[in-house]
């Protein structure tokens, strides 16, 4: 029987001395971790229920991350972290377009792989619930791309919309331009390219001011934006 006091996370990786390093490093910090190596199994472990939160490797046998995360999403929104190959954008991209709520290319640091799977508890509110995501006065709903803002309902285009997901899903830090770039556009930033200021123009009139008067999209000179509550 699951201990409730403990996160359930289902690891989806074929590398077994990975999963093994892993399991024991996260025990302390409080996961109960449950191991499948292949996709296929993995998909329907995390359709069974009963698990907080996915780690999802891209390369895997049977049944790729990929398509393994397309079979979860058309049943659940459990939070998934993707594991993709350092400099893999392609891989990057398109799971976050099926849903991924973050991604971390390996090798990987324990520490930051633990700090990013509470980021992501945090915005599903500590349950497998991650429909919502709330950053102070702002709601999107990724699955149907929808988002309001102060509960007045937000007329966002796509790229406006991908833009203020990055942003949401790192409130109160800083993203830089090229990552959102290469998240919300699904290209390289190229060195003239000044699309993403022109689309985080149009959503700071769109979004209006904070209660002190500043925009809750800040410019971080030289770094990127970064959305405030």
């Known amino acids: 029987m699951n201990d409730t006091s403990l996160i359930q ?45 996915v780690i999802l490797d891209v ?22 972290l993707m594991l993709t190959a350092k400099g893999d954008d ?66 966002l285009t796509s790229t406006e919309f991908n833009l203020l997901e990055v942003l949401a899903r790192h409130a109160g830090h800083v993203v830089g331009k090229a990552e959102l770039s290469e998240q919300a556009l699904g290209r390289k930033l190229t060195r003239f390219d000044r699309s993403i200021d022109m689309h985080m123009s149009k959503l700071r009139n769109k979004l209006g001011l904070l209660a002190d008067g500043r925009s809750p999209i800040q410019t971080v000179r030289g770094l990127g934006y970064q959305l405030i509550n």
């Open 9 to 53: 996370l289902l690891l989806i990786d074929d590398d077994t001395e990975l999963c093994a390093m892993l399991s024991e490093y996260l025990a302390p910090e409080g996961f109960a971790v449950t191991v499948m190596h292949d996709g296929e199994s993995g998909a329907r472990a995390a359709l069974g229920g009963g698990y907080d939160v």
């Open 59 to 80: 390369m895997m046998p049977r049944l790729n991350g990929i398509d393994a995360l397309r079979r979860i999403r058309a049943a659940s929104h459990i939070p998934v």
């Open 90 to 155: 392609i891989d990057r991209i398109v799971g976050l377009e099926l849903g991924a709520d973050d991604y971390l290319p390996k090798p990987f640091n324990p520490r930051e792989l633990v700090a990013r799977l509470r980021a992501i508890l945090r915005r599903g509110g500590g349950t497998v619930d991650a429909m919502l995501l709330h950053a102070g006065s702002l709601t999107l709903r990724p699955a149907e791309r929808t988002a309001d803002w102060g509960g007045q309902a937000l007329d």
